[in-house]
């Protein structure tokens, strides 16, 4: 079946430290693709989403780019800032209102 | 902008008492409306996707017993029952997309307890 495996369960970084986190997917064909971010007490949020080979989605700051040859999604951050700690989670879109999570990166900032 | 409100947002489960959540939408352009549990190992799982009113489903899992309900178009339920451990249940939206599923919109979760 789908699934979504994510490497890293925790990541502890300083501030202006470059950031990876790695999304790997099992699925046929093309499924979209997606990151979600959540906060301490409130609900995941959408960061981006890409479905085709080679789309790069990006947003503040963040970017990945669907790589079907080796069928990941990675995460990736140039400089992360405090404000940039939270759990991240890549996702797989089944159909419509359902989507495969991975199991979530928490990530550390220390000042 | 707020595009779902979930109530109640905690609530104290006595073991063997069920549960009823609710979740209200706001913007009838996501019509798609979903439930999902976050447990306590904060792990995301898709539970329901209903889309029609009258639409209804039923699920047992691992810690809960399930029952989802499209009351109207802008309203889905939730009853929570046989919970053994903790967890919060989000209710999402989402709109058709062109290219394949569309992101979904999180409300802001009903976490509940185990007495």
């Known amino acids: 079946g789908d699934s979504v495996t994510q490497t890293e369960g925790q990541v502890a970084l300083s501030e202006e430290d470059f950031l990876t986190i790695h999304c790997n997917y099992s699925a046929s064909g093309y499924p979209a693709l997606f990151w979600y971010v959540q906060y301490p007490g409130e609900g995941p949020q959408f960061l981006f989403r890409a479905s085709r080979d080679k789309e790069k989605g990006s947003s503040r700051g963040f970017e990945a780019t669907y790589d079907k040859g080796t069928t990941s999604f990675h995460l990736r951050k140039a400089s992360v800032q405090e404000s940039d700690s939270a759990v991240y989670y890549c996702?797989?879109?089944?159909?419509?209102?359902?989507?495969?999570f991975g199991q979530g990166t928490k990530l550390s900032i220390k000042p | 902008v707020t595009l779902l409100e979930q109530n109640p947002r905690w609530r104290l489960v006595p073991r063997g008492q069920a549960v009823n959540l609710r979740c209200i939408l706001k913007?009838?352009?996501?019509?798609?409306m979903s439930w999902y549990q976050q447990d306590l190992q904060k792990q995301l799982q898709w539970l329901f996707t209903?889309?029609?009113?009258?639409?209804?489903?039923v699920k047992s899992l691992p810690g809960a017993d399930y029952l989802a309900t499209r009351v109207t178009d802008t309203e889905l339920r939730l009853q929570v029952a046989n919970m053994s451990q903790g967890r919060t249940l989000y209710c999402t939206c989402s709109a058709v997309l062109g290219g394949g599923t569309g992101q979904l919109y999180f409300g802001e979760g009903s976490k509940l307890t185990v007495l």
């Open positions: 913007n009838s352009q996501y019509p798609w």
């Open positions: 209903l889309r029609s009113p009258g639409d209804k489903e």
């Open positions: 996702a797989l879109g089944v159909n419509q209102g359902k989507l495969i």
